[in-house]
């Protein structure tokens, strides 16, 4: 890779825009054109299995799984030592990782000239930011969402959480794993409308 190249890219998108699909798609791009890649992953995504990376469309592949309690910049330095050059990282669900392994991120894309590609949610079933998220607005060169479509045909914005009553929910921990069997994605006024049919009239039920 030419120097000069190296850049942390922030790519955002509601649970069920494809994701895991372009993270993969991306990999396979890249190591076509003969591109080391490093594919990683949080280790709070346990839904496929600890080291599987895999799309709601049927792609997968093992990743490399970061804990919260990894150094990434140190894990990168040692495979540098060790010969494992990686020109590019590929990072998947990135909402979860603390703001000091994005931290970590930007530093490997400026110190190394690696392009780091961190695919991943803006923002939880309240609309808050993840700690990840938040970092990755801060630090990236490039932002970019990927768009999908509520079922009304409008753009979805919130990964609205749904209880076992079917409603949707406006308490709980910020992480809860689950797919379609516990999120659906919305537009902001069916969003607001599944409030409403909830009992929850204004934002302040919301937020604090």
Do not use: H
């Amino acid at each position: 890779m030419k120097n000069g190249m190296g850049k942390l890219v922030f790519k955002f998108g509601a649970m069920g825009s494809s994701k895991t699909a372009q993270a993969l798609m991306t990999r396979y791009n890249y190591e076509a054109k003969g591109t080391r890649v490093w594919l990683v992953k949080s280790s709070a995504d346990t839904r496929d299995g600890a080291d599987i990376l895999r799309s709601r469309i049927g792609l997968q592949a093992n990743a490399f799984v970061i804990t919260p309690g990894m150094n990434v910049k140190e894990l990168y330095e040692v495979q540098r030592m060790d010969g494992d050059s990686y020109e590019v990282i590929i990072a998947d669900e990135a909402q979860f990782f603390t703001e000091e392994q994005i931290w970590q991120f930007r530093e490997i894309a400026s110190l190394y000239d690696v392009t780091v590609i961190c695919y991943g949610l803006r923002t939880d079933f309240r609309c808050q930011l993840f700690p990840g998220s938040k970092a990755l607005f801060m630090l990236a060169d490039d932002i970019d969402e990927i768009a999908s479509v509520c079922k009304c045909g409008r753009k979805t914005v919130v990964n609205a959480r749904i209880g076992a009553d079917g409603k949707v929910m406006v308490r709980g921990p910020q992480v809860e794993i689950g797919g379609n069997d516990k999120y659906e994605s919305l537009c902001w006024t069916c969003w607001r409308k599944a409030l409403r049919d909830n009992g929850v009239d204004e934002l302040k039920g919301i937020v604090g």
